[in-house]
């Protein structure tokens, strides 16, 4: 995979071609223990992925109370799961309604016929799962990842304005963004800077004993403003410190 159109063609090449992958989510009654489910699946115009789950469901009461989740795809037909691609759709959850719970709901009986009629015998609902980033790796040393906006062809709400927040961050707050980088992967960080933010969250260049570390802080809620994105810097915050 040379370039960034041809990683993307491959991976929705993928996605398109398998019918279920691995729900990871947060065990809502386990304090967040990651959790995985075997899921069918369809993918919709843009590459947001619909599934069709029982309101009763351990991974449906998860998503109610954490919507992050990663949708993880794998190469079917490969007697080596670990050589060949394989490829985890970090998303954020939400149920649709009115006109786009009805095109969900289309798409996804476009794929699975039969799954109709457990809507209401079941308690069965759509859900979309939006992704934020996909980590792709398509055998021994040919990974990477790839932003919402490569894959779904939409520019990022807060692209104007990022340029901005960084340096806002960086200027007045370097003590919370080592925090951040801290809890985010980078433990020990003498320092941290800003180095970029999307939708999804805020992307942190750390100082630690062993050298330069980048590290992701991922946002609770999509930020599709810079109040937003003031508001899920927050959160984070309060978070991290809400766990010492």
């Given amino acids: 995979m040379a370039g960034a159109d041809e990683e993307r063609t491959a991976v929705r090449a993928l996605f398109a071609r398998e019918t279920h992958g691995v729900l990871c989510t947060g065990h809502a009654s386990a304090g967040g223990w990651p959790y995985g489910s075997v899921v069918p699946y369809a993918v919709l115009e843009r590459?947001?992925?619909?599934?069709?789950?029982?309101?009763?469901?351990?991974?449906?009461?998860?998503?109610?109370?954490?919507?992050?989740?990663?949708?993880?795809v794998r190469d079917s037909d490969s007697d080596a799961p670990q050589q060949d691609a394989r490829h985890a759709m970090m998303a954020r959850a939400r149920r649709p309604d009115g006109d786009e719970a009805a095109a969900v709901e289309q798409a996804y009986f476009a794929r699975f016929p039969g799954a109709a009629r457990m809507r209401e015998a079941h308690g069965f609902s759509a859900w979309l799962l939006e992704c934020e980033r996909i980590?792709?790796?398509?055998?021994?040393?040919?990974?990477?990842?790839?932003?919402?906006?490569?894959?779904?062809?939409?520019?990022?709400?807060?692209?104007?304005?990022?340029?901005?927040?960084?340096?806002?961050?960086?200027?007045?707050?370097?003590?919370?963004?080592?925090?951040?980088?801290?809890?985010?992967?980078?433990?020990?960080?003498?320092?941290?800077?800003?180095?970029?933010?999307?939708?999804?969250?805020l992307e942190l260049l750390a100082e630690t004993d062993g050298g330069p570390r980048r590290v992701r802080a991922t946002f609770a809620d999509a930020a599709d403003d810079p109040d937003a994105a003031r508001a899920q810097v927050v959160a984070l915050l309060r978070a991290v410190r809400s766990r010492r």
């Fill in 47 to 72: 590459g947001d992925v619909a599934i069709f789950v029982s309101d009763i469901a351990e991974h449906t009461r998860n998503l109610v109370a954490d919507r992050r989740a990663t949708l993880l």
């Fill in 135 to 201: 980590r792709w790796i398509a055998g021994f040393g040919a990974m990477g990842w790839i932003d919402r906006a490569t894959w779904t062809g939409e520019p990022d709400p807060l692209a104007p304005h990022a340029a901005g927040i960084v340096a806002h961050l960086n200027e007045d707050h370097a003590g919370a963004l080592q925090e951040l980088a801290a809890a985010a992967g980078a433990p020990g960080a003498t320092s941290a800077a800003a180095v970029g933010v999307d939708r999804g969250g």
